[in-house]
């Protein structure tokens, strides 16, 4: 992985070099040959956008920019080129390169740095070193007088925050029980100087947190309720933000059990609750002037003998009760007693991110997350638009009142399912009931983990949400 990323003082002679360009007449103005710019051209006209000349001293890469398309797609265009140009950099063994921008826009230098930065991440603690293959490239430098240093910082942070998201995603429950989640999330939190409470059994039961307590019933080891707090003196919003996480760290699908291929990733449930944090300890490392609180329950959803049942009728932490017709609809359990116990800081708006239903990942799969809202148009719109920018898309569905009529029970308040259709609108709907405020519902089940690599997104855990988050609490501190 990269570890060092900061301003050339010089411009580059010997070293290993990417020039990011726009066009062939680029090519006349950095000391290319005449063979190697006739070599570059031909590469370009047959559709090469990431075009390497080997020196044998040293590597050459040519990345070529987007002459159209809207600002985000060519700034995704420039993350995807930098994670083709740290392939090439890591084939070649490099250890150190420089980016020189000839012809880019800042904003699509920056994105080709945090593609570069992202695509190096690998999750290799498990393997013996002879197995490792761990990238060659450490340092990256960038040659741009327009680059400031603490340009290059922020997409330090929030690469590192990305990251530190993707190897709790990645982590087998074997090592990150609940427990451990809380430690590593206070670490994390800690370390950026954010507030941090853990709450444990004793304090979730004197809240009588009961969907949280239900799914964990049939676990041997006891659920957490993480609270991570960055207020600055003087933020900009007297009342808080609150992001809410999913923190289940496995899912077997309890009683209700998933088939064993439903259930071989399942240790990335926990991947709203990682980007919380991780989008917390960006927020904090940027010390952006806004107050933001990040809520995460955590338990893992096993059919121990002591299990809840299909059946069970369970109080939840405001009193409304919820018939359980599925263990596996687990996720909207532990979330709802958050979302009810965020009631008690007034929020501003509370967004929640999930691993929450097959029914999102089949409707859109892994390109987008789906979204849901109530109250809170405004907020809606300034989420989606960072989340363009970004690339991490929010489709949204409806959320209309007749959808809550599916979750009608004859015996409690509430049914933890709907049926067999909308199963994401109504997940989302039973978790508005447990809100009094303008609400976000994000369901990341498909983006949160991928089976291949997906580009700098990598392979595994992705870290979804951390950037989209750090992103909208950038656009509130800049209002």
């Not at 741009?144 to 929030?158: G, H, P």
């Not at 969907?211 to 019933?217: H, I």
């Not at 809840?308 to 009728?313: A, H, M």
């Amino acid at each position: 992985m990269i570890t060092l990323l900061a301003k050339a003082l010089r411009k580059p002679t010997a070293a290993d070099t990417i020039f990011l360009v726009k066009d062939g007449k680029d090519l006349t103005s950095f000391g290319l040959t005449e063979d190697e710019i006739a070599y570059v051209r031909k590469q370009h006209r047959d559709k090469n956008k990431v075009i390497p000349v080997n020196r044998y001293k040293n590597l050459l890469i040519i990345v070529y920019g987007e002459l159209s398309g809207t600002l985000y797609s060519r700034l995704e265009a420039s993350r995807v080129r930098g994670d083709e140009a740290q392939l090439l950099l890591n084939k070649a063994k490099s250890e150190r390169a420089v980016v020189y921008n000839v012809h880019a826009t800042k904003e699509e230098e920056l994105a080709f740095v945090e593609g570069m930065m992202l695509g190096s991440y690998q999750f290799i603690k498990y393997k013996k070193e002879a197995n490792k293959n761990l990238g060659s490239l450490k340092e990256v430098n960038v040659y741009d007088a327009q680059i400031t240093e603490s340009d290059l910082e922020e997409i330090k942070n929030i690469t590192d925050a990305v990251c530190a998201a993707r190897d709790m995603v990645n982590e087998p429950v074997s090592y990150l029980t609940a427990e451990k989640f809380a430690e590593e999330m206070k670490s994390l939190a800690e370390s950026a100087k954010a507030k941090v409470e853990i709450f444990h059994k004793e304090k979730i039961e004197s809240l009588k947190m009961g969907g949280l307590l239900a799914v964990n019933k049939g676990s041997i080891d006891p659920p957490t309720f993480t609270m991570i707090e960055w207020k600055p003196k003087h933020a900009k919003n007297s009342k808080p933000y609150i992001f809410v996480g999913k923190g289940v760290v496995y899912d077997t699908g309890g009683l209700s059990l998933k088939p064993t291929n439903y259930m071989d990733t399942m240790k990335c449930d926990m991947a709203g609750g990682a980007a919380v944090a991780g989008a917390l300890y960006a927020i904090a490392k940027a010390k952006l002037p806004v107050h933001v609180i990040g809520l995460i329950p955590a338990t893992d959803n096993r059919p121990d003998g002591n299990a809840y049942t299909p059946g069970d009728v369970i109080t939840m932490h405001d009193g409304t009760t919820v018939e359980v017709l599925n263990t596996d609809a687990e996720g909207r359990m532990i979330l709802a007693d958050a979302l009810s116990f965020a009631k008690k800081f007034d929020p501003e708006l509370v967004v929640d991110i999930a691993t929450l239903t097959g029914a999102a990942a089949h409707a859109i799969g892994p390109m987008a997350m789906v979204g849901m809202k109530s109250k809170s148009d405004l907020d809606f719109e300034t989420l989606g638009r960072v989340g363009y920018q970004v690339h991490e898309r929010i489709v949204e569905f409806p959320f209309w009142d007749e959808y809550k009529d599916l979750l009608k029970s004859e015996i409690a308040d509430l049914k933890n399912i709907g049926g067999p259709e909308a199963g994401a609108i109504t997940a989302g709907k039973f978790l508005e009931h447990f809100t009094d405020y303008p609400y976000i519902h994000l369901d990341i089940a498909a983006p949160a983990f991928l089976g291949k690599r997906g580009e700098y997104r990598g392979i595994g855990g992705t870290g979804v949400g951390v950037r989209l988050f750090y992103e909208f609490i950038k656009a509130k501190a800049e209002l």
